[in-house]
């Protein structure tokens, strides 16, 4: 059974700052790897794909894969109240059609 | 692009009745779409995958004759909750596959409804 982990938080950053959220998986074959924000009350919608090694850069957001310690990670830089949300970090599930998602992390900007 | 609708946005129901949930891809053909339930301050839930023309695979604990999937056409898949309960008031998210992402990288994103919160009185 593959897992996805996140550590439910919350976690709290003041308004400007970068927020860095965490996510471990357990299956070493699994490639790609999505970040999902979920405001309270709505459905989910990615933000962050990512696929390689490395970093990836959009805008204020950084998804960050290192596939050797299996972890991805998402970094929110100038951080903003608007991005008070739960984040999902999702990864293939088993035959590859499904998604399995973390818990999620909820975040809380405070200005 | 990869837009997918959800109807009704909510409902409240009697306890005893069924209840339909649909969601409609409105941009492309989804031969596959998956059904979620969330209920406050927890993750989301798989409760089943929904294959254009053929049964839905449900997950294990998800009863298959109280949460009847069917999806007739490559744009639309159903949800029948039956003798619905109060227990069974939750926000049910559909979500879609878009084929023209099939064997790339992004292949298994899925694209979200916006939900549909049932509440069984």
């Known amino acids: 059974q593959k897992e996805v982990e996140q550590n439910s938080g919350p976690l709290s950053v003041p308004e400007g700052a970068i927020a860095s959220l965490n996510c471990t998986y357990s299956d070493r074959g699994s490639q790609s790897f999505f970040w999902y924000r979920q405001y309270s009350g709505k459905s989910p919608e990615l933000i962050m794909f990512?696929?390689?090694?490395g970093d990836k850069e959009d805008g204020r957001f950084t998804a960050q894969l290192n596939k050797a310690s299996q972890y991805v990670s998402l970094l929110i830089r100038d951080s903003q109240p608007s991005d008070s949300a739960t984040y999902l970090c999702?990864?293939?599930?088993?035959?590859?059609?499904?998604?399995?998602f973390g818990a999620g992390t909820i975040l809380r900007v405070k200005s | 692009g990869a837009v997918v609708s959800q109807h009704p946005s909510w409902v409240i129901c009697k306890s005893g009745t069924s209840v339909k949930i649909e969601c409609r891809s409105l941009d492309f053909q989804a031969t596959t779409m998956f059904w979620y339930r969330q209920f406050p301050k927890q993750s989301l839930m798989l409760m089943a995958t929904s294959n254009e023309g053929s049964k839905a695979t449900y997950e294990q604990g998800v009863e298959k004759d109280k949460f009847l999937i069917n999806h007739a056409s490559l744009t639309l898949s159903t949800l029948t909750v039956t003798s619905a309960h109060p227990e069974d008031s939750s926000f049910y998210i559909c979500?879609?596959?878009?084929?023209?992402?099939?064997?790339?990288?992004?292949?298994?994103?899925?694209?979200f409804g916006p939900g549909t919160r049932l509440t069984v009185l």
């Open positions: 979500s879609a596959r878009e084929p023209g992402l099939a064997g790339g990288p992004r292949s298994n994103e899925q694209f």
């Open positions: 999702a990864a293939p599930g088993e035959y590859g059609n499904k998604l399995v």
């Open positions: 990512i696929y390689s090694n």
